[in-house]
């Protein structure tokens, strides 16, 4: 069973930037696609990026294209979400997952971590 545990999350002012990161514990990282989701208060969980576990495809939401980048270091099992030029509508727990298809959508994720809450005050 693949564990994620994600970190990075906090308080930044609106404008700023933060870098979460997601590490997995299992042997076979390389071989999923891995994302980013989140959920604010409220309000359903929503798709936010993607990074196929091979070449260099990548997917974001409409909401967050030019500010946040997804990157992954299969080396260190990590996945990375850069978030710059945050806005308060940013606020929510935000969540990896990894899954073996592609694209990623949240019903085919195969393993989920349990989330790190990022809040950006205006």
């Known amino acids: 069973q693949v564990q994620l545990v994600e970190s990075g999350g906090g308080l930044v002012q609106a404008g700023g930037s933060l870098r979460l990161s997601c590490t997995a514990s299992g042997r076979t990282f390389s071989r999923y696609a891995a994302g980013w989701f989140r959920q604010a208060p409220g309000k359903e969980r929503e798709f936010v990026a993607a990074h196929s576990w091979s070449g260099s495809s990548t997917d974001y939401a409409d909401s967050v294209k030019g500010r946040f980048t997804i990157s992954r270091d299969n080396a260190k099992n990590t996945v990375y979400l850069q978030m710059n030029s945050l806005k308060p509508e940013d606020t929510a727990v935000y969540s990896c997952?990894?899954?073996?298809?592609?694209?990623?959508?949240?019903?085919?994720?195969?393993?989920w971590g349990k989330g790190t809450l990022v809040t950006v005050s205006s």
């Open positions: 997952g990894l899954a073996n298809r592609w694209p990623l959508i949240s019903g085919a994720i195969n393993y």
